[in-house]
């Protein structure tokens, strides 16, 4: 290797060939990668449907739904970006920015996912339309009556032969109003229903995500895939495939106290990643940070020749 | 022509002022050297650079996979030989994008006023995070309808939920297979400018800074 010392510097400096080193980098990761993707494939578990929740869970859909209509899910108390719930909303003292920020994405969980689609397929089905006029026409505290009364009802609910069955008792217009969603969902309808915002084309999942992840059947497909918060779900991939481990850090908080269980995690966690985010990008400026290098010396191995001269 | 421009009017033009600005701050000498400092012998100094070749396969990957539309990797063997090939580049990329960082950060390479390289390094780091986020949300699939589902909380929390809204597809693909890779291939560009500005750096202790 021929040295010779930088005449505008005084560095000594010996032949690097740059673009050589670049066209060998393409070469080994494009090798590396073509294996790795010829061997081992991607994950890819299909996508859940309304269609596929009503046909393998149709009392927990039926629950959720009449969940809906009861304001008792995690959608219809939600607040903000959906509505003016407050359940999960999130706030340290004074400091809300998700209250601040308002509604800006409108849901009403009781008539978006359960009275407008079934109110759109009431038109050719005459039971329905009077249920739905039944339950639309009743006081406040019938219809809380019902709702109540169903609500604990489907705890006991059996499937039969994909409808839902419940003892006997006085539901009003609930089990023919909720036997005709559970058959436009099992349909495929209500899929369709739910993503439509009005216009031809559509790709805002907002409605149908939102009403699936009320019940709780996406969360036990997410479990059979370690996906769920406290298995570490947001740094894994389903089956057993490398997932967003980048995202260590980030996971880690919500498995510690005082995060983990706090009714606020979300909000404590995003303020702790945004303080770390900008002390990474700060920390050649950052006392005791930037002199960690000179205290462990792994340098002394990366420049080990160097210091050996 | 053979005409001579007044030195008045060269003075004047802001093409010339641009053209006099990047010969001085980085000539072509400089911008693709054939020669390093001794100490550059490391492995150490080829974790970047294999970055950089991970992220040329993502991006070849990903136009491919974008060309065909968010469904042909669902169905066809092809597409997801392409969504295999754009996975597997993404955590290479990843990999020797940390190792690099790392490696950076134990040779305490914001020296003699590299700190702005190392700021846009960190930044790069920050937005390809997001950018494999948005990838991972227009999967559509399983994995995409959980992360959007669980995601939405923390973004709702800190007031962007109304504004990113993971639950709207059209708006995370279209983050993912545009602008968040262009933000990232112009933070590559000007943090490789960056280096060769300044060249490596020299080892902690040493006499003298870093050659260019």
Same mark, same amino acid.
């Given at each position: ?28 990761? %494009? ?54 719930? /407050? ?27 359960? *009275? ?7 038109? /050719? ?6 249920? *739905? /006029? ?60 739910? *993503?439509?915002?009005? !216009? ?40 057993? &495939? ?45 006392? !005791? ?11 002394? %191995?990366?420049?080990?020749?160097? &210091?050996?001269? | ?23 001085? !701050? ?57 969504? /295999? ?15 690099? %960082? ?70 995370? &693909? !279209? ?38």
């Amino acid at each position: 290797m021929s040295t010779r010392i930088d005449r505008a510097n005084g560095v000594r400096t010996a032949p690097y060939d740059l673009v050589k080193e670049l066209a060998i980098a393409l070469a080994g990761t %494009l090798a590396l990668i073509l294996i790795l993707a010829a061997a081992l494939s991607s994950p890819d578990v299909p996508s859940v449907t309304i269609q596929s929740w009503a046909q393998k869970q149709p009392v927990d859909l039926v629950t959720t739904a009449t969940g809906e209509l009861a304001g008792s899910t995690v959608s219809a108390g939600y607040g903000a970006p959906y509505n003016s719930g /407050s359940t999960s909303v999130q706030s340290l003292g004074f400091f809300s920015p998700q209250s601040w920020a308002g509604a800006r994405l409108s849901v009403d969980s009781a008539q978006d996912f359960v *009275l407008k689609p079934l109110q759109a397929a009431s038109t /050719s089905n005459l039971d329905l339309a009077a249920a *739905l /006029s039944q339950y639309n026409g009743a006081a406040d505290s019938q219809r809380s009556a019902w709702l109540d009364a169903y609500g604990k009802a489907l705890k006991d609910a059996k499937e039969d032969n994909g409808q839902v069955v419940v003892a006997d008792g006085d539901y009003g217009p609930l089990p023919v109003m909720m036997a005709s969603l559970l058959q436009i969902a099992r349909a495929g309808a209500l899929d369709g229903y739910l *993503l439509s915002s009005g !216009g031809f084309y559509q790709t805002d999942y907002t409605r149908p995500l939102l009403f699936m992840g009320d019940g709780s059947y996406l969360s036990s497909l997410a479990q059979d895939q370690h996906l769920l918060g406290n298995q570490w779900g947001m740094m894994n991939e389903t089956g057993s &495939y490398p997932g967003q481990t980048w995202l260590w850090l980030y996971t880690l908080w919500y498995q510690i106290p005082p995060y983990n269980g706090n009714a606020n995690a979300d909000l404590m966690v995003v303020l702790t990643m945004l303080v770390l985010s900008l002390a990474l990008v700060l920390v050649p400026f950052i006392p !005791g940070i930037r002199d960690i290098p000179r205290w462990i010396p792994v340098h002394r %191995l990366i420049w080990r020749r160097h &210091y050996a001269d | 022509m053979s005409e001579k421009i007044a030195p008045d009017v060269e003075a004047a033009s802001w093409t010339a002022a641009i053209r006099r600005r990047l010969a001085a !701050g980085l000539p072509i000498e400089r911008l693709l050297p054939d020669r390093q400092p001794v100490y550059v012998g490391s492995w150490v100094y080829v974790f970047g650079v294999i970055t950089i070749a991970a992220l040329v396969w993502v991006i070849l990957s990903g136009v491919v996979l974008a060309f065909f539309g968010p469904q042909w990797w669902h169905t066809t063997s092809a597409g997801r030989f392409f969504n /295999s090939l754009h996975f597997w580049s993404v955590q290479l990329f990843f990999i020797f994008m940390v190792l690099h %960082l790392w490696g950076q950060f134990f040779m305490a390479s914001w020296r003699n006023g590299r700190a702005p390289t190392w700021m846009i390094g960190a930044v790069m780091f920050l937005v390809s995070i997001l950018a494999a986020f948005t990838g991972y949300l227009a999967q559509q699939n399983l994995d995409s309808q959980w992360i959007a589902a669980n995601a939405k909380d923390a973004l709702n929390a800190s007031g962007t939920g109304g504004f990113f809204n993971v639950l709207n597809f059209g708006q995370m &693909y !279209g983050l993912h297979v545009m602008l968040l890779p262009v933000a990232i291939t112009v933070l590559v560009v000007v943090h490789i400018v960056q280096v060769r500005m300044r060249g490596v750096v020299a080892p902690i202790g040493a006499q003298g800074e870093a050659s260019k």
